[in-house]
């Protein structure tokens, strides 16, 4: 007997955001990292509530918790430190493009 896996791709928009627990799952963690990733500001997405079941999130909060998550697991970096290490990264990749616009 053969298994049959089916999987569905979803775009990420503003017009279909993510919910917190669907954005726990996709990093392997759960909802409290969801809202330590909110509170040290890795992550923004929406507030639709008070309750973490209620927040949403999207394509560029996927992609920061992903990197956060690789961070945690593959360098044993805290929360604080791996929100200051993206800050960094985005930073840099601004001057970078900055500075190909002023080349030109």
Known sequence: MSSLTVLA?????????????????????????VVQLVEVGIVQGERAGQQVGDWYFYSADLQC???????????????EAAALILDLQHEVRRLKAALQVQRR
């Open 65 to 79: 918790a992903l990197e956060a998550r690789r961070l945690e697991r593959d360098f044993g970096v805290e929360l």
């Open 9 to 33: 791709t979803v775009s990420i928009n503003h017009d279909n955001p993510i919910a917190a627990q669907d954005l726990a799952r996709a990093c392997g963690a759960d909802i409290n990292w």
